[in-house]
């Protein structure tokens, strides 16, 4: 009797009594919801702050914003798994804590903290996402919501490896010696030029948007054996300082105007201009034609229709915060995991497409070269509808015109191939020759 009376009270019990409640499947499915909804909630709280007008539209405000929706995911995360689930997340409040904290201290004392914190940040990223994937292993079941962090945290440690380089490279390269050229001050920032070889008129290479002096590497050697040739960096790229102002044509073409005469490079100068470098060559020649005596077009952007005002862009709230968000995944280290070169010259590139329009506008001011030389390569292959109009327009901005298609050349080959950049170093040497014979074009 006692033992079937024992037998009975074990086959009342409640089925799953004797399981652990942290096991429960539905729990386990139940908290991977939670982490997808905090993850994001933190995206979406990150993208708004960044764009909220009582956040500064400058780069340690982005930055700022950003931290501050990461570290709401994170704590909401940490409150919702204790509250709603019986798997509680504590580990949570170390991200939120970091990530807060960072934010709040950016607010209040901005740029000059960012610089400390890009020494801080990376080995602390880095510490902090090896200690989240211990407690996770711990702590978490769910292979569900581990799918959802693991990922999550590899790119923390990325960021963090990313951005430590990107710290270190700054300081390295401002200490190192620029290449054969020199850096000069022209105004709250420095610019890299590098001259060679000697003669008259000299002749002054802008690439095109993006680029750096190194990618006229075949073609400034080839010049400099009948004149006197030079390249530069423009501002935030190559070895060039970044500059706080927007970088459209007119600020462009009055950077290049003080480096040449600090330099001590003297005009007038035949300029060549590739891409979006022949707005600026444009620019150039429409502020400071007393200075310019001749021009080469390499396949080159076209200016607007009609002029814009002399006045220098100001950008608007939108493109400040662009600019802004790009320099914040600068200082992650995003540029050298995109190949570019560094932080800095992935955000001038992108700010230079943001003012493309007003280049485009200020380049339209130069309505006529009169009959000075002036020479326009085209690329003969890989044009799209509409490029060889405005090719024949730029053509006609002087009576004193060669226009050459380049067969099979593209657009990014005339600089970069060996045969059509040979192409292009005879087009500005033609153009050289014109202006030492005061005659057009042969």
Aim: charged share 15%; proline share 6%; aromatic share 6%.
């Amino acid at each position: 009797m006692m033992i079937s009376g024992a037998q009975e009270t074990t086959a009342a019990a409640p089925k799953g009594q004797d399981r652990p409640s942290g096991s429960d499947p539905a729990s386990e499915g139940h908290i991977g919801w939670l982490v997808a909804g905090a993850l994001m909630v933190g995206v979406v709280a990150a993208l708004l702050l960044a764009v909220a007008p009582f956040i500064p539209a400058t780069e340690s405000g982005v930055t700022a914003g950003l931290l501050l929706g990461f570290a709401l995911g994170w704590a909401l995360l940490a409150v919702l798994s204790v509250r709603l689930t019986d798997r509680p997340q504590k580990w949570a409040w170390g991200p939120a804590l970091f990530m807060g904290l960072g934010g709040l201290l950016l607010v209040v004392f901005g740029a000059p903290l960012q610089e400390v914190l890009a020494w801080v940040w990376p080995p602390a990223l880095l510490v902090l996402g090896v200690w989240m994937v211990v407690r996770i292993r711990r702590q978490l079941p769910s292979r569900s919501a581990r799918a959802l962090l693991y990922p999550v945290i590899a790119l923390l440690v990325i960021a963090s490896l990313a951005s430590g380089y990107e710290t270190v490279r700054g300081v390295v390269t401002a200490g190192a010696a620029p290449g054969s050229g020199r850096l000069i001050d022209v105004g709250g920032h420095r610019l890299y030029l590098d001259c060679i070889g000697s003669g008259s008129p000299t002749v002054v290479l802008e690439p095109g948007a993006g680029l750096t002096s190194s990618d006229l590497a075949l073609i400034a050697p080839k010049v400099a054996h009948d004149t006197r040739v030079c390249v530069y960096d423009r501002a935030g790229r190559g070895w060039s300082e970044p500059a706080d102002a927007p970088q459209d044509g007119a600020r462009i073409a009055a950077d290049l105007h003080t480096l040449l005469q600090r330099g001590d490079e003297a005009g007038p100068y035949v300029l060549a201009g590739h891409s979006f470098g022949g707005l600026y060559a444009l620019t150039f020649a429409a502020r400071y034609p007393g200075e310019v005596a001749g021009l080469v077009l390499v396949d080159s952007t076209a200016p607007a229709a009609e002029p814009a005002a002399e006045e220098p862009t100001h950008p608007d709230d939108t493109t400040s915060r662009l600019s802004a968000l790009v320099g914040a995944a600068g200082r992650l280290g995003i540029g050298p995991l995109l190949g570019v070169a560094s932080g800095d010259h992935l955000r001038s590139t992108v700010d230079e497409y943001l003012v493309a329009g007003s280049s485009a506008d200020q380049a339209a001011a130069l309505r006529t070269l009169a009959d000075k030389p002036l020479v326009v390569l085209t690329a003969g292959s890989g044009t799209r509808p509409g490029w060889t109009e405005s090719q024949d327009a730029l053509a006609a901005l002087s009576t004193n015109t060669l226009h050459r298609v380049v067969d099979g050349a593209t657009h990014g080959s005339l600089l970069g191939d060996e045969r059509d950049a040979a192409e292009t170093a005879r087009g500005i040497l033609d153009a050289v020759t014109a202006v030492r014979n005061d005659a057009g074009p042969q």
